[in-house]
């Protein structure tokens, strides 16, 4: 409904999906018949996680980053940090096609996290109203 929380799911997830690919090219990763599985996954948690920051900072209003970090951002890192850990032990695993399906997704989701918590906070401040907006007023 909004162009703007449209732009910003867009470009986060265009910019997560750079970084992964870059890094998946660092470490010498392909995408293969196993791996290809989770990324359905990569884009579900990522795309969740700027939605509900996004949602929040409407609410609240410019300038209050700290809270927004401090409420739906700790919850939205325990969340995500949930699903790092619990891919990241398929990469200890005997099966390569496991340990590749467990590489990408902690590539992915890592790569999501690290933008969310470091170029997401400037793009919510120029994109998002300075206004608190309440959710009646859509």
């Excluded at 609240?60 to 891919?87: D, I, P, Q, R």
């Excluded at 990408?104 to 300075?130: H, Q, R």
Aim: hydrophobic share 50%; proline share 3%.
């Amino acid at each position: 409904r909004r162009w703007r929380g449209v732009l910003l799911v867009v470009g986060f997830i265009a910019l997560s999906a750079f970084t992964t690919w870059k890094v998946m090219g660092l470490l010498g990763m392909k995408l293969g018949v196993f791996n290809l599985v989770v990324i359905p996954t990569i884009l579900s948690v990522s795309v969740d996680s700027v939605i509900h920051l996004y949602h929040r900072r409407r609410a609240l209003g410019a300038g209050k980053l700290a809270e927004l970090y401090h409420t739906t951002g700790s919850a939205v890192l325990a969340g995500t940090l949930t699903n790092l850990f619990g891919f990241l032990g398929l990469c200890f695993v005997d099966h390569k096609g496991m340990q590749s399906i467990g590489l990408l997704a902690t590539v992915g989701i890592g790569s999501g996290l690290l933008i969310l918590f470091t170029i997401l906070p400037a793009a919510l401040e120029m994109l998002c109203p300075k206004e608190p907006v309440a959710e009646e007023e859509e």
